[in-house]
T-cell receptor
Framework: SQQGEEDPQALSIQEGENATMNCSYK?????LQWYRQNSGRGLVHLIL?????REKHSGRLRVTLDTSKKSSSLLITASRAADTASYFC??????????FGAGTTVTVRA | ETGVTQSPTHLIKTRGQQVTLRCSSQ?????VSWYQQALGQGPQFIFQ???????GRGNFPPRFSGLQFPNYSSELNVNALELDDSALYLC??????????????FGEGSRLTVL
């Protein structure tokens, strides 16, 4: 079973637009992480936000975390064709594993 | 480039066979985690090894087993392969911090097809 669920499942946007995807989870967490995956290859870590943080930025990425609603959002600003990928949220509790959602597939059209 | 390498990249096996997948972790990392990713799904945690000991296991049967070596490289072994074992197997290395919940560095995966 998967802890996180991303929404939407798929997203198609024009180059230059912003892309927003959401993640909901079920149990208390230590931190939440976002990863990117290109065409069934390895996952690349994008950003980590701890449970006591509400917002974090990294380049064109902005992540928010609302622990009262058990949800997070990832915003990619000024999207580029190279941002075409699947994006996964992963939650970490106080044990040893990350629990991933099923992902959001983002297509950026030129 | 994460510095995590996996081999082989692709392989095809038949039902009932056994497979060994290998992973070299990033320099300085003492922890290796293995994940199974079926087509269209997110990665599912198989198990984690920390300093050569299993440090947690997901909901996978005992025919999934692993090893970690003194240089922190790792193997995933799957016995009695089933069709549903067809997936991308991902290895991720990390260093356990005091929270045991740090960032993972993934390899490119081994794609297993079971016929």
């Amino acid at each position: 079973s998967q802890q996180g669920e991303e929404d939407p499942q798929a997203l198609s946007i024009q180059e230059g637009e912003n892309a927003t995807m959401n993640c909901s989870y079920k149990t208390s967490i230590n931190n939440l992480q976002w990863y990117r995956q290109n065409s069934g290859r390895g996952l690349v870590h994008l950003i980590l936000i701890r449970s006591n943080e509400r917002e974090k930025h990294s380049g064109r990425l902005r992540v928010t975390l609302d622990t009262s609603k058990k949800s997070s959002s990832l915003l990619i600003t000024a999207s580029r064709a190279a941002d075409t990928a699947s994006y996964f949220c992963a939650t970490a509790t106080n044990d040893y594993k990350l629990s991933f959602g099923a992902g959001t597939t983002v297509t950026v059209r030129a | 480039e994460t510095g995590v390498t996996q081999s082989p990249t692709h392989l095809i096996k038949t039902r009932g066979q056994q497979v060994t997948l290998r992973c070299s972790s990033q320099s300085g990392h003492n922890t290796v985690s293995w994940y199974q990713q079926a087509l269209g799904q997110g990665p599912q945690f198989i198990f984690q090894y920390y300093r050569e000991e299993e440090n947690g296991r997901g909901n996978f049967p005992p025919r999934f087993s692993g090893l970690q070596f003194p240089n922190y490289s790792s193997e995933l072994n799957v016995n009695a392969l089933e069709l549903d074992d067809s997936a991308l197997y991902l290895c991720a290395s990390s260093s356990l911090d005091r929270d045991h919940t740090g960032e993972l560095f993934f390899g490119e995966g081994s794609r297993l097809t079971v016929l």
